[in-house]
């Protein structure tokens, strides 16, 4: 006799979780989108007022929310394809046959995914720093002049993809390495009879039966690079001239430095719609790249 109550029972001690820490305050953030809740309302909540669109309206007719939308896209458009190709190229190696010592370097290679994001940033601004940093120490080695990374509008966010595709790519490059290991090596062995080289394996077999890793693994990269936060925040503060503020941490400075809580939850929305969007059409392009 089937008892579907008890499935629920079992399952509402999570769900009772998830609505308290999740669905709770995504719910409160939302209305508070509407109101123009900030440090006044903060202490006397009848300065509160329903403003209906306003924050999103005001938001849209920033040219700092436009401009952090452009430096996200920037870091998403280059960070996401690097970090996928470092990714995909580390699984390969450590999955061939060549490689020695695979747990060693799995373990070395993904150690940067479990370290303190703001210690090695604190780290990684020592090292591109213009004056002491051994990135410009080794320049200067080979007769290069010395970059202010961090100071030059030109060089800030590269600095900055560089270091998220390293901190990174270790996780993504266990996902793909667990996806080759599932293929089939008795295909990889046909195909090496027929003659196939290395590269028409990878293009005919390795690449077509990883597509859905791949995909998996662009979703999560893409939702994840979009909140960028932590890195301009320990290494540069948004700066020089805004060119590492992103969207992100603009929402930051709305609702923790200016106290526009109602903005700042605007944001927040914002980019939900924008990766929301971008992912429906990964997954779109997905299906037509899967039906060709």
């Known amino acids: 006799m089937k008892r579907p109550g008890a499935g629920w029972s079992f399952a509402a001690p999570a769900l009772i979780v998830i609505g308290l820490f999740f669905v709770g305050p995504v719910v409160a953030a939302l209305l508070l989108s509407f109101t123009d809740f900030d440090l006044y309302a903060l202490a006397d909540p009848h300065n509160l ?57 799995r373990t070395a290679l993904f150690a940067p995914v479990v370290t303190t994001i703001v210690a090695v940033a604190v780290v990684f601004r020592y090292l591109f720093h213009t004056r002491y940093g051994l990135v410009n120490y080794g320049l200067g080695w080979l007769g290069l002049e010395p970059i202010d990374w961090l100071g030059d509008a030109a060089w800030s966010m590269p600095t900055i993809i560089l270091f998220a595709v390293w901190k990174n790519f270790g996780y993504n490059m266990i996902i793909l390495l667990a996806g080759l290991q599932a293929i089939p090596q008795e295909l990889h062995e046909a195909a090496r009879i027929d003659g196939a080289g290395s590269w028409q394996r990878l293009r005919h077999i390795t690449l077509p039966l990883l597509a859905p890793t791949l995909l998996v693994v662009s979703i999560i990269t893409v939702a994840g690079y979009f909140q960028l936060f932590a890195e301009p925040y320990v290494m540069t ?55 060709a």
């Open 49 to 105: 007022r329903l403003v209906g669109l306003r924050n999103y309206v005001d938001v849209l007719q920033t040219p700092l929310f436009w401009q952090a939308l452009g430096n996200t896209l920037y870091f998403v458009g280059i960070g996401v394809p690097l970090s996928l190709l470092v990714s995909l190229g580390a699984a390969l190696l450590l999955d061939s046959r060549l490689a020695r010592c695979k747990p060693f370097f």
């Open 237 to 291: 503060r948004g700066g020089p001239l805004q060119s590492t503020t992103s969207v992100l941490y603009f929402m930051y400075e709305e609702g923790f430095k200016w106290w526009n809580l109602g903005r700042a939850s605007a944001i927040a929305f914002l980019l939900f719609v924008l990766i929301l969007a971008v992912t429906s059409l990964l997954l779109r392009l997905s299906r037509r790249w899967g039906a």
